[in-house]
Nanobody, 121 residues
């Protein structure tokens, strides 16, 4: 019923850009904060960026100034524009939706299947 589908990953050279998308269905999208995590081989899962139901954004220090998260509630989609990509950005990127207000059940949490981003020469 609930689906989060990530897209936009791929193989790029360092310094280039990608835009990831997270498209949701089966939830009241505007009620959820959306978080992007990534996990590289041998590393712990890391919160990369998030955007609240009200539009407030967060970025981990390593991506500040390079990544921009945004949401289009009319399309039930969140985007992460990733610029100046570095090899250390290589990971599987996962979209997470977390209930953030009264329009959804407190604690509701959903995950997508992930999209691979590889930054390599």
């Amino acid at each position: 019923q609930v689906q989060l589908v990530e897209s936009g990953g791929g193989l790029v050279q360092p310094g280039r850009s990608l835009r990831l998308s997270c498209a949701a269905s089966g939830i009241i999208f505007r009620a959820y904060g959306i978080l992007w995590y990534r996990q590289a081989p041998g590393k712990q899962r890391e919160l990369v960026a998030s955007i609240s139901s009200g539009g407030s954004t967060y970025y981990t220090d390593s991506v500040k100034g390079r990544f921009t998260i945004s949401r289009d509630n009319s399309r039930n989609t969140v985007y992460v524009q990733m610029n100046s990509l570095k090899p250390e950005d290589t990971a599987v990127y996962y979209c997470n939706a977390h209930c953030s207000n009264f329009l959804c059940t407190s604690g509701s949490d959903y995950w997508g299947q992930g999209t691979q981003v590889t930054v390599s020469s």
